[in-house]
Structures are given as structure tokens and as C-alpha cells.
Nanobody, 126 residues
Framework: QVQLVESGGGLVQAGDSLNLSCAAS????????MGWFRQAPGKEREFVAA????????YYADSVKGRFTISRDNAKNTVYLQLNSLKPEDTAVYYC???????????????????WGQGTQVTVSS
């Protein structure tokens, strides 16, 4: 079992940057595919980014490609999401999630992930 705790959210202006962190408990962090999702008020939870077990492969939603970067440090049991060039439409609660399996067609689905953090709020003002 994995427990996930996100941090690093906040209120920023458009064009600013944030670095989100997700700390995981347990000794098997490297055996999980890690993802970031976000959910804005009144909207469904949507995929943002994911990274493979080693971190060598990364995947992004089109809406964040080129602006956000996902990375992981297995020695520190932590996955990161660097958010650059933030836009008001990036405003949401950001969640990290862990999955023991990876599907090239389903990794964008929240249902593919077994464990979730409590979320961290990111608010971008215009």
C-alpha cells in the first residue's frame, strides 16, 4: 500500500511557475507508475502527466505539453510536477496518483490508478 501527500500549491499570477511535490510512503515506490491529475470546480478529473517506474518515459496532456514537466526521485520516494507559464485555466486541485500497472492506452484514466493523494490547490490569477 502507498500513501501519497502532495505539497507546493498556491496562488500565483499568470506566467508564473510552481513546483509540486508528492511524497510517497512505503519501500516499493519505484514499482509504481506515477501520475498527476487535476480537477477544476464543476469539471471531471483530468490527466496531466505520468512517468514510468524509472522515470525514463514521460507522458503529458496536450494542454500542458511544453509547459509542465514531471519527474521522480526514487531514492526520495517523491514525484514532482514543475508548472511553468501558468495560465488561469490551469487553476484546479492537483492530485498525484500511483498505479502498479501501465497501459499505453489507459494511463490517462483515473480508474487505472490505485492510490491517490489528498490534492493541492493551484490558483492562477489573470
Amino acid at each position: 500500500q502507498v500513501q501519497l501527500v502532495e505539497s507546493g500549491g498556491g496562488l500565483v499570477q499568470a506566467g508564473d511557475s510552481l513546483n509540486l511535490s508528492c511524497a510517497a510512503s512505503g519501500r516499493t515506490f519505484s514499482s509504481y507508475v506515477m501520475g498527476w491529475f487535476r480537477q477544476a470546480p464543476g469539471k471531471e478529473r483530468e490527466f496531466v502527466a505520468a512517468t514510468s517506474w524509472s522515470g525514463s518515459n514521460t507522458y503529458y496532456a496536450d494542454s500542458v505539453k511544453g509547459r509542465f514537466t514531471i519527474s521522480r526521485d526514487n531514492a526520495k520516494n517523491t514525484v514532482y510536477l514543475q508548472l511553468n507559464s501558468l495560465k488561469p485555466e490551469d487553476t484546479a486541485v492537483y492530485y498525484c496518483a500511483a498505479s502498479q500497472y501501465f497501459s499505453r492506452t489507459r494511463y490517462i484514466w483515473p480508474s487505472e490508478y490505485d492510490y491517490w493523494g489528498q490534492g493541492t490547490q493551484v490558483t492562477v490569477s489573470s
